[in-house]
C-alpha cells in the first residue's frame, strides 16, 4: 500500500514537537485547525476541524492506537472529510520525534491509500502537502520562547 514519509529537523525538544500536534493553541497557530477533540490515550479519539465563515470546511478524526509524551503519536482509523470528494480512510498516521544533538528530528508517516481517482488525488495532494507542512511547523515553533 503506498505511504507518504517527510522529516524534518526543529530546534526544540521532542516533547514540544510533538505537542504542535496535540495542543489545540499550537494546532491552530502553525496549522489553522479551528476546533480539535483530542483524548491522548489508548483508544481516544483524535479530531481535528478547518472552518472558514462558520462552516465546517475539512475534519480529520482518527484514534489514538499509541502516545509517548515524548517520542510518538500513532492513530489508526484515520479518515479525511474533504466537502468535495468522498470520505477517505481508514488510514494510520505516525508522528515520531527523535532526539539529536541540534534539536529534534519530525517524521510523519501516513499509509492506508487505497487506489482510484479520489485517492490519487488525496495522495497526490498529501505527497506535496507534508514537506510544505513540516516547514510550517518548523517555523512556527522555532519563533517560540523557550
Known amino acids: 500500500m503506498r505511504f507518504v514519509e517527510s522529516s524534518i529537523v526543529i530546534n526544540k525538544s521532542p516533547g514540544m514537537v510533538l505537542s504542535a500536534f496535540t495542543n489545540q493553541y499550537h494546532l ?27 462552516a465546517m470546511d475539512f475534519v480529520s478524526t482518527g484514534i489514538v492506537a499509541e502516545y509517548l509524551p515524548e517520542c510518538q503519536l500513532k492513530l489508526e482509523n484515520v479518515a479525511y472529510f ?31 491509500y487505497q487506489y482510484g481517482p479520489h485517492w490519487d488525488w ?20 522555532e519563533k517560540l520562547s523557550d
Do not use: C, H
Open 82 to 112: 474533504n466537502p468535495y470528494r468522498p470520505v477517505f480512510g481508514p488510514m494510520e498516521l505516525m508522528v515520531l520525534t527523535t532526539p539529536e544533538d541540534i534539536g529534534t528530528t519530525l517524521t510523519v508517516v501516513q499509509n492506508g
Open 28 to 54: 491552530k497557530n502553525w496549522w489553522g485547525v479551528e476546533r480539535s477533540l483530542i483524548d491522548l490515550k489508548k483508544g481516544g479519539l483524535y479530531a481535528l476541524v478547518w472552518q472558514s465563515n462558520n
Open 122 to 141: 488525496y495522495y497526490n495532494v498529501v505527497k506535496d502537502a507534508w514537506p510544505q507542512t513540516l516547514v510550517k511547523i518548523k517555523d512556527y515553533l
